[in-house]
């Protein structure tokens, strides 16, 4: 038994060791599974068309793609030549060494230039403001809102609501009207619930909504610079934000304590809300009437501005990295060389993928291409991202830990909420050095 | 129990068939409900309130077996003539299946192949995880080992570790070895996971079967293996179809390993199932279809197992 | 190694022929334990290495030993002890609550009960689902708006998931549905090895029910039974896909929860591999107790 055991392990590395030579045109890229990555798929097929290099792209269900990558990271290995990685992974990437430097390659093709600039930001450059580069903007991506146009242009619904806020109910131009009009639409004896958003705490579903209110209400995470956050996380504006988000979770469906993407998007599919947040990838399956019965009726908008007149929205999205244990460094580059052409740019945003292209998203066509392109190109040049240092999942779980009790469970305040958050965050930053 | 029976008796018996009913309806009630799931429209898997009756489709098998994308509007009515019944199965769900741009071809999904390779991983490592558990046991009930209880408990221990935590070692020692993404790397890891848990179970079934007969049969002349091959596995059988069934749930679902150590060559289906939630809209009824497909090989398996689980230990005359 | 004696009958001649009984005894225990040693060596040494550094498998800087800082670190964590609190309520519920329904059920099927075959078959099935496919229909059965469990019993809009306190029992609800018939096996097992004859014996004895339920068939059932309970605690104690799929309230992190979230969201890998030992040496303590009353169970 031992020794057909060992025999077994000597032949399975000996299969393993001859497996890699067949590589040499063939590039892998990684990224979860969703549309995108087929929409992806598709478009290296015609790659592959001119060039004859297969680029396949290989997917894990989203909730295990940060796992797997950094686990394959870890063992540097050499089964993905390039990833599409969250933003937040820039500084774990770059500071462990996973990614190539890819700042001469921007900088020779002046990317800084031709994609958007806060895809660049956020995307592509670590740590902030230094000017290196570890990624090329690939998926656009921010949270916005859907609505329902059918229960918002109900001339009944209409006159009911002028009589009771005095004002128009239309798209909400900030966050007063769109609490009021969650408010107005809830009716839980109807089925009808006014609002629909994120509350997942597992990864960073819940602290993407949060986002969205701290960002409008015109309050920060911190000082990206010095990684101050006391006094800035918590300050009075953030406070209001927490709370409108707080406020928000009393007019949402029942049960909506561990909510994320596909809820939000069942959330009008299933007429159970008047508004919903999701991100701008997930709004394809709206407009379709095979997938959303009420899709002649759904319309889209931006995160509307705060009550001091910020407007921002929280930013999801990816770029396209080399990974630096690939055995096809060199391949990639001439991958990623054609990846940013503008033709090959506006062909991804005909498939379906969000190019962060800035001449191409301008473009008439593209904005005009479906009902929510016009909300997604006005929310990519007003959007702001979480931390990217590597440590940054540590400050998400605290976040999830501190916000989550008070919107959904109603525990404590808001301010003891961002006040024990403060005090988290600056232990963390100072565990690892960045604060003094 | 005695054949002729009493009114009570009969009152009893009665009384439990209408409770083990019962029990079916709610034991079954969520199976019924995935399995339902599996042939419904997309649009109907998720309705306020929730619907029972409809009419099925095999629109979710379709999916489950296509790689597909999101269509932002339906396709005009001549492609969805012009497309084959399954395709337009796949259509009628919102989305169209991916074809090569060279060859025209439908991309499958990798679902086939998936579970391919699970019926080889969870078959190949239940034979081995209950061969050697059974004879392991053995060893521990008939023989004095020294250091008896400790060796038991060290085997037991290998199951009591979060197996998240040795994930990251278990990772690095597969890529070292080239077990990274074989199954053969699979079936060992699923083989030693089982293994604690057969050698336990088979240890308590072996226990019970009463010494008194291999020593019948040896004092006939058989050896010590003629005795365990004849007498002792036969007298065994309920306890090696019940370590079967469940040595084979827990490689057949294993899911997190199997998303670790494998990515192209090996993967098993159970991570592929969940992925599908991933498109924005979660479709449920592509998962209920590859859960419902998922769940056949086994429930086959243990059915026809049945009567081994229910046999009964032994002849139950002597005990020690 | 010498003194292998068999506790067969000893002056029993099989050794003479075939293979010794040592040489028997060698060959099916050895390549066992061989092969356990050999997988869980590494792993387990890196582990243990680890937890005493700060190690992040997430970059490549070295690691530094830290001594027992994680450990103490730990200890010292409030809401680590409320993870070991809501998983021990959580052990005890769902161990409890399979016993019951696996053990009541296994009673209801040792009978003559037609199609009893293909009863227990279907009544296995839920232990055959993946336990991330079962996370994800049950999140659906209990949607307040979706599911069918509100519906078909008429509950309304209740909130199975987003109540804090009710969560917990939700989970643990679809750990002894799925569990259960686990349990219901094993004793199914056991209890068709009792013999008839004892049975008899207490019926010409006039012996109530109770008195044979509890002075025959559960102690002889009792070794198989307690092995379901040892396996059903440990599987507990990790319980983590369904769990987290379901909920993820701070009522419900159990420990497997915390640590995957510690080890692969944060990448605090040393802290983890700490983490992971405490609740090693507390499983471990656990089973100990267990594998007393299993022996005590055995020699009666």
């Known amino acids: 038994m031992q020794r057909r055991y060992f025999r077994l392990l000597a032949s399975a590395a000996a299969i393993a060791l001859s497996a890699p030579a067949a590589m040499a045109q063939e590039l892998t890229i990684f990224w979860a599974e969703w549309d995108p990555a087929n929409y992806l798929q598709e478009l290296v097929n015609e790659y592959e068309a001119e060039t004859g290099v297969v680029v396949t792209v290989e997917t894990v269900p989203w909730q295990d793609f940060q796992t797997k990558a950094f686990t394959e990271f870890n063992a540097k290995g050499s089964a993905y030549d390039m990833i599409v990685g969250d933003s937040q992974w820039l500084g774990a990437a770059s500071e462990g060494g996973h990614y190539v430097d890819l700042t001469e390659f921007f900088q020779a093709n002046n990317l800084g230039e031709i994609m958007a600039p806060a895809t660049v930001k956020y995307y592509a450059e670590y740590p902030a403001n230094s000017q290196k580069y570890w990624a090329i903007p690939a998926e656009g991506d921010a949270v916005g809102w859907s609505y329902r146009k059918d229960w918002f242009e109900d001339p009944a619904e209409m006159e009911a609501f002028k009589a009771k806020y005095g004002y128009d109910l239309a798209v909400p131009q900030d966050w007063k009207h769109l609490i009021d009009i969650a408010e107005f639409f809830h009716r839980p004896d109807e089925n009808r619930y006014g609002i629909a958003i994120y509350t997942d705490n597992s990864y960073d579903g819940l602290v993407m909504g949060v986002e969205n209110a701290l960002f409008s209400y015109g309050a920060e995470l911190g000082d990206p610079n010095t990684y101050v956050v006391d006094g800035i996380i918590n300050s009075d504006k953030a406070v209001e934000a927490l709370e409108a988000y707080r406020k928000l979770y009393g007019f949402t469906p029942p049960g909506w304590s561990k909510t994320f993407f596909v809820e939000n998007n069942q959330a009008i599919t299933e007429n159970l809300a008047a508004m919903s947040m999701n991100y701008f990838a997930f709004f394809p399956a709206l407009v379709n009437p095979a997938t959303n019965p009420n899709a002649a009726n759904t319309g889209f908008f931006a995160n509307p501005k705060g009550p001091y007149g910020d407007q921002y929205a929280a930013l999801g999205g990816q770029g396209i990295s080399i990974v630096s244990y690939s055995n096809n460094v060199e391949e990639s580059y001439k991958f990623l060389e054609w990846f940013i052409q503008e033709d090959v740019q506006k062909r991804w945003a005909e498939l379906g993928g969000y190019t962060a292209h800035a001449a191409t998203l301008e473009s008439a066509e593209f904005r005009n291409a479906t009902p929510y392109n016009e909300a997604f190109f006005q929310t990519m040049f007003m959007v702001k991202d979480f931390w990217a240092v590597p440590e940054y999942a540590e400050l998400l779980v605290a976040a999830n830990q501190r916000w989550y009790p008070y919107i959904v469970g109603g525990e404590g305040t808001a301010k003891e909420a961002l006040d024990a958050l403060a005090a988290d965050w600056t232990e963390t930053f100072k565990k690892y050095g960045r604060l003094q | 129990m005695a054949e002729v029976k009493t009114k009570g008796e009969v009152i009893v018996n009665r009384a439990a068939i209408v409770a083990v009913m019962l029990a079916l309806v709610v034991m079954l009630t969520p199976i019924l409900w995935i399995t339902a799931t599996a042939f ?11 619907t029972v009756m409809f009419e099925p489709t095999l629109s979710p098998f379709a999916k489950l077996f296509t790689k597909r994308s999101q269509l932002r509007e339906p396709v005009e009515q001549e492609v969805y003539d012009a497309a084959p019944w399954w395709e337009q199965l796949v259509f009628d769900g919102g989305e169209q299946v991916v074809r090569n741009k060279k060859t025209g071809e439908a991309t499958p999904s990798g679902f086939g192949g998936r579970y391919l390779n699970s019926l080889i991983v969870s078959i190949v490592s239940t034979v081995l995880a209950v061969s050697m558990g059974t004879i392991t046991a053995y060893g521990f009930s008939r023989f004095r080992v020294p250091g008896e209880q400790d060796w038991l408990f060290f085997i037991l221990s290998t199951r009591m570790l979060p197996p998240i935590v040795v994930a990251i070692p278990m990772f690095l020692m597969y890529r070292a070895v080239g077990l990274y993404d074989t199954h053969i790397g699979l079936i060992i890891l699923y083989t030693a996971f089982n293994l604690s848990f057969a050698v336990w179970i088979m240890k308590g079934f072996i226990d019970e079967i009463p010494r008194e007969y291999e020593e019948a049969a040896l004092v006939d002349g058989y050896t010590r293996l003629q005795a365990f091959f004849k007498i002792v596995l036969p007298e065994a059988l309920t306890g090696i179809a019940a370590t079967a069934v469940f040595c084979f749930i827990t490689a057949w679902n294993e899911y997190a390993f199997a998303l670790m150590m494998t990515s192209r060559n090996a993967q098993t289906a159970p991570p592929y199932i969940p992925s599908q939630v991933g498109s924005g809209l979660s479709d449920w009824t592509v ?34 | 190694m010498a003194d292998v004696i068999t506790r067969l009958d000893p002056t029993s001649r099989a050794a003479a022929r075939g293979f010794s009984d040592m040489t028997i005894r060698n060959l099916f225990i050895i390549p066992t334990i061989v092969f356990l040693i050999v997988f869980n060596v590494f792993p387990l040494i890196y582990s243990l290495w680890t937890a005493f550094t700060d190690y992040r498998a997430s970059t ?87 599911g069918i469990i509100n519906y078909f019993l008429g509950l309304g809009k209740f909130e199975w998931l987003a109540q804090p306190q009710m969560a917990l029992w939700a989970v643990a609800l679809v750990d002894i549905w799925m569990w259960s018939p686990f349990v219901m096996l094993l004793s199914l097992a056991g209890l068709s090895a009792v013999p008839k004859h004892l049975y008899e014996a207490a019926e010409i004895d006039r012996a109530g029910p109770f008195y044979t339920f509890f002075r025959i068939t559960l102690p002889l059932v009792a070794p198989i039974l307690m092995i379901a309970i040892i396996f059903r605690t440990m599987e507990a104690f990790k319980t983590f896909d369904h769990a987290y799929i379901l909920s993820t309230q701070p009522t419900t992190e159990l420990i497997a929860i915390r640590l995957y979230k510690m080890a692969f969201l944060e990448w605090q890998t040393g802290m983890s591999s700490a983490f992971a030992y405490i609740v090693l040496i507390v499983v471990v303590a656990i089973t100990n107790i267990y594998v007393k009353y299993l022996n005590k169970a055995k020699a009666r």
């Open chain 2, 40 to 50: 419904k429209p997309r649009n109907l898997a998720t309705t306020v309130p929730p």
């Open chain 2, 287 to 320: 998962i209920a279809s590859g859960t419902f497909l998922f769940l056949l090989p086994v429930a086959i398996f243990t059915f026809l197992l049945r009567n081994h689980l229910l046999r009964g230990m032994s002849f139950g005359a002597i005990r020690k």
């Open chain 3, 60 to 146: 490549a800087a070295a690691a530094n030993f830290v001594g027992l800082a994680n450990f103490r670190e730990l200890l010292s964590d409030p809401d680590i002890w409320r993870n070991f609190t809501i998983t021990a309520k959580y052990v005890v519920i769902t161990v409890t609550g399979q016993v019951i329904v696996g053990f009541g059920l296994a009673m209801l099927l040792n009978r003559k009960i037609p199609l009893k075959g293909l009863i227990t078959t279907l009544l296995l099935l839920p232990m055959m689902l993946s336990p991330a496919v079962v996370g994800l229909f049950w999140k659906l059965l209990y949607d307040p708006s979706f």
